[in-house]
Every structure is written in structure tokens, then in C-alpha cells.
T-cell receptor, first 117, second 109 residues
Framework: AQSVAQPEDQVNVAEGNPLTVKCTYS??????LFWYVQYPNRGLQFLLK??????LVKGSYGFEAEFNKSQTSFHLKKPSALVSDSALYFC???????????????FGKGTRLHILP | ETGVTQTPRHLVMGMTNKKSLKCEQH?????MYWYKQSAKKPLELMFV???????ENNSVPSRFSPECPNSSHLFLHLHTLQPEDSALYLC????????FGPGTRLTVL
């Protein structure tokens, strides 16, 4: 069965420090991986994705994520956190094979990121 | 702004009411989705429409009834809901990834 795990419900980081939000996945084959962010009273916004190629993917707002196939991980990172980065972050995975004919995405339960001033 | 709009943004309804949620996209996408987001639970996929045809009904109770009259519009008709149906209902459409609307915050009294 396909799944996404975000082991931390909440992550607290001081402003200016590097941040990491963890994600591991279980999908057969070569999955597509995504990170989304949700600000209060808003829908999910796409941050970045990994399809193929370079394992380090750069996205919006200075975020990046590293695909690690051996550890089946796709952790979200940022070198220097801002208070405005405080939000709910979702890791997601999609099976790109033809059996996923509706291109359904499986989402993790989310990690709340608090950046402390 | 993702190009996916949802109305209303907030809705309060009684258990005997009938209401509808609307989602609209003019991004040229052919697949649209309804999700339910409840507090402290993972995002739940409810329905999938592909080229206006429903291709997924994820064991959703019949008090939720989707409608997709064309590839740009998606509705969720609500009837005799329960308080536990209170949640944020998100619509998404699919391009190179899924693009989400801002959601409708539904409260069932």
C-alpha cells in the first residue's frame, strides 16, 4: 500500500536558523514527490516537486527538498527560517504509473511549523 | 492565487438544510477533485472527476452529491448533513500538479 509519513506533528525553529521538515514514503516504482504549504484559512499551495533528475529540488520561498531513494525520504529544508514561514506543511506522493489513472495524490497528515521570532 | 476559486468561503447550515459548494477553474484542466480536511486528520479524497466523469467515490456518504456539468465547474451538493461533517472542503484541479482552491469552511449545527 502506498503511504506518506510525516513523523512530526509540530516543528519549532528560531528565526534565522535552518529548518527541516521530515517526510518518508512508501510507494512502488519511481514516485513523484511534492511539498505543499497551507496558511491559515487558505487552501494548499504547491511548493516544489521531484520527478526525476537532480536529487536536490528547489522551490518557492527559498525552500528546497532532497530526494533520498535509499532512505525513501523527501525532507523539506530551508537554510534560514522566517517568521512568515509559519504554516502547515504537507508532503505528498503520486504513483505515475498507468494504474493511477486519476493521478491521485496521497498526502501526509501535515507538520505544523512554528518559527519563533 | 492558484486559479481555482471556491464559493462560498464560509457556510453555516442546519442538519435539515440543502446547500451547494461551487468550484471553478479556467486553467484548462480536465481532472477535478473534492477533498475534506478535518482537524487533526489527514486530507481525505472524496471524489474525482476526469473529463466530467466521476471516476472515484471514496466511500463518501450519499448526503454528499457531486456534480460536474463541464470541465471548468464542480459542485458539491449537501443534504441532511451531520455535525461531524463540519470541516474545510477543498477543491483541486490537476495540471502538472494539483492546484487547490481556498476552501469552504463548513459548519453544521
Amino acid at each position: 500500500a502506498q503511504s506518506v509519513a510525516q513523523p512530526e506533528d509540530q516543528v519549532n525553529v528560531a528565526e534565522g536558523n535552518p529548518l527541516t521538515v521530515k517526510c518518508t514514503y512508501s510507494v512502488s516504482g519511481n514516485p513523484y514527490l511534492f511539498w505543499y504549504v497551507q496558511y491559515p484559512n487558505r487552501g494548499l499551495q504547491f511548493l516544489l516537486k521531484y520527478i526525476t533528475g537532480d536529487n536536490l529540488v528547489k522551490g518557492s520561498y527559498g525552500f528546497e527538498a532532497e530526494f533520498n531513494k535509499s532512505q525513501t525520504s523527501f525532507h523539506l529544508k530551508k537554510p534560514s527560517a522566517l517568521v512568515s514561514d509559519s504554516a502547515l506543511y504537507f508532503c505528498a506522493v503520486r504513483d505515475p504509473s498507468p494504474r493511477n489513472r486519476d493521478d491521485k495524490i496521497i498526502f501526509g497528515k501535515g507538520t505544523r511549523l512554528h518559527i519563533l521570532p | 492565487e492558484t486559479g481555482v476559486t471556491q464559493t462560498p468561503r464560509h457556510l453555516v447550515m442546519g442538519m435539515t438544510n440543502k446547500k451547494s459548494l461551487k468550484c471553478e477553474q479556467h486553467l484548462g484542466h480536465n481532472a477535478m477533485y473534492w477533498y475534506k480536511q478535518s482537524a487533526k486528520k489527514p486530507l481525505e479524497l472524496m471524489f474525482v472527476y476526469n473529463f466530467k466523469e466521476q471516476t472515484e467515490n471514496n466511500s463518501v456518504p450519499s448526503r454528499f452529491s457531486p456534480e460536474c456539468p463541464n470541465s471548468s465547474h464542480l459542485f458539491l451538493h449537501l443534504h441532511t448533513l451531520q455535525p461531524e461533517d463540519s470541516a474545510l472542503y477543498l477543491c483541486a484541479s490537476k495540471g502538472d500538479t494539483q492546484y487547490f482552491g481556498p476552501g469552504t469552511r463548513l459548519t453544521v449545527l
